[in-house]
């Protein structure tokens, strides 16, 4: 927390923290939540109640392969930028976070308005407003302050709610799919489970599904899906599910 904030709860001045600080987005961070892989998530206090402030940190630790698909694709169209972000000097390396950051708000405001079952984003959809959230993703907090929602991988689940669970993850998945988005990481990892609803959450790697590669991701999300729920003793086939998410009906 003291990296984060000073003594008097002020985010370092400059930083996309002390910009949604200023602006009353998010008035305080009270806690980390989890320091995954790419982000650390904490919880904050907002006019909105409970908020997740999901932090993308140094770029440095992200996996290469998974920026390429940006790198090579849609994504950095601008020389310079691509060559900064390769070298991942200082400006290319927060380039990078807050590319990230964007491309999870787009993807959650996309879904949120859609109706599907991910975390109401904040900041947003205009695109300045994303813009000035820099690297932090503001959303809404799944859970109670004094219990956050835990992962589906987490869970105790009995047998009927580790089915519910699963169909609701399936139709999730479909929902996703009929928006045109394939998730990318799709797993009881990143499957929140609140008040007997499922959530989707870490969201900025999703793709298009009209994209070359779509099918063969959607693929895998089926296959990590079926995998992850076999420890809540649920026995499926990826195959079918498959199936399932890409039916017409
Ligand atoms: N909106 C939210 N409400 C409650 N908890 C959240 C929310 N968003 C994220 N979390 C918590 O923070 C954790 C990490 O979030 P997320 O999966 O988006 O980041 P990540 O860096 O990809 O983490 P990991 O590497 O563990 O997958 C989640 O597993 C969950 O416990
Ligand atoms: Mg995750």
């Given at each position: 927390m003291t990296a984060l904030l000073d003594a008097e709860g002020r985010a370092a001045p400059g930083t996309a923290l002390a910009r949604l600080q200023e602006r009353?987005?998010?008035?305080?961070?009270?806690?980390?939540?989890?320091?995954?892989?790419?982000?650390?998530?904490?919880?904050?206090?907002?006019?909105?109640?409970?908020?997740?402030?999901?932090?993308?940190?140094?770029?440095?630790?992200?996996?290469?392969?998974?920026?390429?698909?940006?790198?090579?694709?849609?994504?950095?169209?601008?020389?310079?930028?691509?060559?900064?972000?390769?070298?991942?000097?200082?400006?290319?390396?927060?380039?990078?976070?807050?590319?990230?950051a964007a491309q999870e708000y787009l993807v959650l405001w996309e879904a949120w308005r859609a109706g599907l079952p991910v975390p109401e984003p904040l900041v947003g959809p205009h695109v300045s407003d994303i813009t000035m959230a820099g690297e932090v993703v503001l959303m809404r907090f799944v859970g109670d302050p004094?219990?956050?929602?835990?992962?589906?991988?987490?869970?105790?689940?009995?047998?009927?709610?580790?089915?519910?669970?699963?169909?609701?993850?399936?139709?999730?998945?479909?929902?996703?799919?009929?928006?045109?988005l394939v998730h990318g990481d799709f797993s009881t990892y990143n499957l929140l489970w609140w008040q007997g609803r499922v959530t989707v959450i870490d969201v900025p790697q999703a793709m298009r599904a009209d994209q070359p590669a779509a099918r063969e991701v959607l693929a895998q999300d089926a296959a990590s899906l079926v995998r992850t729920f076999a420890r809540l003793g649920i026995e499926a086939d990826a195959d079918e599910v498959l199936r399932t998410v890409t039916a017409e009906h």
């Amino acid at each position: 927390m003291t990296a984060l904030l000073d003594a008097e709860g002020r985010a370092a001045p400059g930083t996309a923290l002390a910009r949604l600080q200023e602006r009353g987005f998010v008035h305080e961070i009270l806690g980390e939540l989890k320091s995954g892989k790419e982000a650390t998530v904490y919880l904050g206090r907002s006019p909105l109640g409970p908020v997740a402030v999901k932090i993308y940190r140094d770029a440095e630790v992200r996996s290469f392969k998974n920026d390429q698909r940006y790198l090579e694709g849609r994504w950095v169209g601008d020389a310079r930028l691509s060559r900064a972000i390769q070298r991942r000097s200082g400006a290319g390396r927060e380039a990078l976070k807050a590319m990230w950051a964007a491309q999870e708000y787009l993807v959650l405001w996309e879904a949120w308005r859609a109706g599907l079952p991910v975390p109401e984003p904040l900041v947003g959809p205009h695109v300045s407003d994303i813009t000035m959230a820099g690297e932090v993703v503001l959303m809404r907090f799944v859970g109670d302050p004094d219990a956050p929602a835990p992962r589906l991988s987490d869970a105790l689940l009995d047998a009927d709610e580790a089915a519910d669970a699963f169909a609701q993850s399936v139709a999730a998945m479909k929902a996703l799919w009929r928006l045109g988005l394939v998730h990318g990481d799709f797993s009881t990892y990143n499957l929140l489970w609140w008040q007997g609803r499922v959530t989707v959450i870490d969201v900025p790697q999703a793709m298009r599904a009209d994209q070359p590669a779509a099918r063969e991701v959607l693929a895998q999300d089926a296959a990590s899906l079926v995998r992850t729920f076999a420890r809540l003793g649920i026995e499926a086939d990826a195959d079918e599910v498959l199936r399932t998410v890409t039916a017409e009906h």
